[in-house]
């Protein structure tokens, strides 16, 4: 790991799979582990990527560029390739992926430095894709397991459904593991199909996998068309607002990342939604999953992460 994770720090990770995606301008840092490590440390929070490279070029390189993003990871080498992904965009810059099996992280190793590193994490975001596998499957299992549990720790599911890389099974534990699941409409309507709930609005859809798994927080969102946020007495719906897309890669990951880091900050749903909406606004209109934010959003939070009161 590029950064020292002393036993007094409290970290937020990010843990799945590590990437680049090919998209029509070149190779990007992809992965949504380290997209949101990535916004996180924009916000001053300590943050890390957990995953898996290859010993290859392709590995070495991805090193590097967190490494000069200054981003915290724990990229642990195995004897697989470094994966990628091909990213086609439509008009709309809606992306399309093609996904690589068999590669470095989907066999993310559950190591003594990231089992120490669980026990310090009070945040971790995680998803279906990396699940895919047996190997990362245990490994993420184990890391959530290994996280303190309480009122201030957070485990959210970003659902983040890909192509068939997913199960009824895989889907259902997790929502058992996590405390927050964010979730896109699309993949809304695929999970009210698996439990049961065809017949019911998105919002009843959303307030029963809030009920069923006794979560704090669902998000919902939903495109164009605005997001929601619901908790066991609150509501909070905010319109997207207008942009000019370049495309919409890594935005859901923006969104996350700035809404959690609110909520770490002090602040409330209503205020944490708000910075998301924005945030993820503008990494859209912006190319690739990693740019960086202008001070008016950092700037809602103090460099140590404190809600500027």
């Not at 719906?237 to 370049?246: L, S």
């Not at 959690?260 to 939604?273: K, V």
Request: charged fraction near 20%; proline fraction near 5%; hydrophobic fraction near 40%.
């Amino acid at each position: 790991m590029n950064t020292e994770a002393n036993r007094k720090t409290e970290w937020v990770v990010g843990i799945g799979e590590a990437l680049w995606d090919i998209l029509p301008e070149g190779r990007k840092i992809g992965g949504a582990p380290a997209n949101f490590a990535y916004h996180m440390s924009q916000f001053g929070l300590r943050s890390c990527a957990v995953s898996a490279v290859g010993d290859d070029e392709a590995g070495r390189e991805l090193r590097n560029q967190l490494r000069e993003k200054r981003v915290g990871h724990m990229l642990e080498t195995v004897p697989f390739p470094t994966g990628t992904v091909e990213v086609t965009l439509d008009g709309a810059g809606i992306p399309s992926y093609e996904i690589q099996q068999g590669v470095a992280w989907d066999n993310i190793p559950f190591t003594p430095q990231i089992e120490e590193l669980a026990r310090h994490t009070r945040a971790a975001c995680f998803g279906s894709l990396a699940q895919r596998s047996p190997v990362s499957h245990r490994t993420i299992g184990r890391f959530l397991e290994t996280m303190p549990d309480g009122e201030g720790q957070y485990k959210v599911f970003d659902i983040n459904l890909r192509q068939h890389f997913y199960t009824q099974q895989v889907v259902e534990e997790s929502l058992r593991k996590c405390n927050i699941l964010k979730i896109n409409d699309e993949e809304l309507a695929v999970v009210g199909g698996m439990f049961g709930m065809e017949g019911m609005q998105p919002g009843e859809q959303c307030r029963t996998l809030l009920d069923r798994y006794g979560l704090r927080i669902v998000i919902l969102t939903c495109g164009a068309a605005g997001s929601s946020v619901f908790a066991p007495d609150t509501r909070s719906y905010i319109p997207t607002p207008r942009v000019e897309v370049a495309d919409t890669v890594g935005a859901g990951d923006s969104f996350t990342a700035s809404f959690l880091a609110a909520l770490l900050s002090g602040l409330g749903i209503g205020e944490a939604h708000r910075l998301a909406v924005d945030v993820a606004a503008h990494v859209c209109s912006q190319h690739g999953a990693m740019p960086r934010l202008p001070e008016r959003f950092t700037a809602r939070l103090r460099n140590d992460g404190s809600a500027i009161r």
